[in-house]
């Protein structure tokens, strides 16, 4: 992987970035993002919080648009390897910013759980992400000539890309119905899912998430996308630690051989 690109201001943001993920990553053993009703985004925080849904597509937004206008102005942008990247990037997002939470099942009365501070975190680290990558990919790289498409880094990096996507959508696709289409106040709004990922560990969906960014990570081998893998790890493994004690706290009979986040292991 090449380090230094020669480009002064993207080796030097890309540098900063790494320093702002080593701070997420030991920033979130002390508190995890407000939203989600286990991880205090409810009522008793103050501020102001948006509705789930909304929050989930405002401040994944970025990831949908920085990426591509960036990508644009690159000089191999039409390309045949970086637009086939462009399009996994683009379906990535697409999914995560709008097709996942208009999909959302959300409890009555627990709309507004949202956090502001988080959704312009979000923003901070999609600009990054967007312009780390789409500057690389379209610009700055010089191995995306066609044949990366027979390597082996693009094709292990795919089919683990393709895993972890699959666990995560899967494992979204078990949480959402762990609640009724339209959830009445009354009903329990927390659950203990079974089946797929969740037979092994208690967060399937950020394994998976954390999967799909291994698998971007090796396929395109960049360090724009180990700073996008930095920051999910940071934010994702701690997130997954603390759901796993919570669904303990929570619920007496749940499985005591299911790990955290990594079967077997953590
Ligand atoms: N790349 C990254 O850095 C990053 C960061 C964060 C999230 N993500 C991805 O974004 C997706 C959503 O993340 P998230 O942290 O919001 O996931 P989450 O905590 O699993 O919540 C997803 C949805 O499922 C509901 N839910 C969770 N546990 C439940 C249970 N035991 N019973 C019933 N419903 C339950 C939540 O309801 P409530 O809202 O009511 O809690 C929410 O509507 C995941 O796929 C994750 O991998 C990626």
């Known amino acids: 992987m090449q380090w230094y690109t020669g480009n002064t201001f993207y080796d030097t943001a890309l ?62 942008a039409w390309q045949p390897v970086p637009l086939f990247f462009l399009a996994v990037w683009m379906f990535h997002y697409t999914n995560r910013a709008l097709v996942a939470p208009l999909l959302m099942r959300v409890q009555p009365g627990s709309e507004s759980s949202f956090a502001l501070n988080v959704v312009i975190a979000g923003w901070l680290t999609l600009l990054l992400h967007g312009y780390f990558n789409a500057e690389y990919i379209a610009e700055l790289g010089s191995h995306y000539t066609v044949d990366w498409f027979s390597d082996p880094r693009f094709i292990i990096g795919l089919a683990i890309y393709l895993f972890g996507f699959t666990l995560n959508v899967h494992s979204d696709y078990i949480l959402r119905n762990l609640r009724s289409k339209n959830p009445s106040p009354d009903e329990p709004r927390y659950k203990i899912p079974y089946g797929g990922g969740f037979k092994f560990v208690s967060c399937p969906q950020y394994l998976g998430e954390i999967l799909s960014f291994v698998g971007f990570t090796v396929m395109t081998w960049n360090f724009g996308a180990v700073f996008v893998l930095a920051m999910t790890v940071g934010n994702l493994v701690p997130r997954a630690i603390y759901t796993h004690r919570w669904f303990h706290k929570t619920f007496p009979e749940y499985p005591t051989e299911r790990k955290a986040i990594i079967p077997g292991i953590l």
């Open 15 to 76: 540098t900063f970035g790494f320093v702002y993920a080593a701070l997420i990553f030991v920033g979130s053993f002390f508190g995890t993002a407000a939203y989600g009703g286990r991880f205090g985004g409810g009522k008793k925080r103050k501020g102001i919080k948006l509705n789930s849904k909304v929050g989930w597509v405002v401040m994944e937004l970025p990831g949908l648009l920085v990426f591509p206008i960036v990508f644009f102005q690159g000089a191999n």
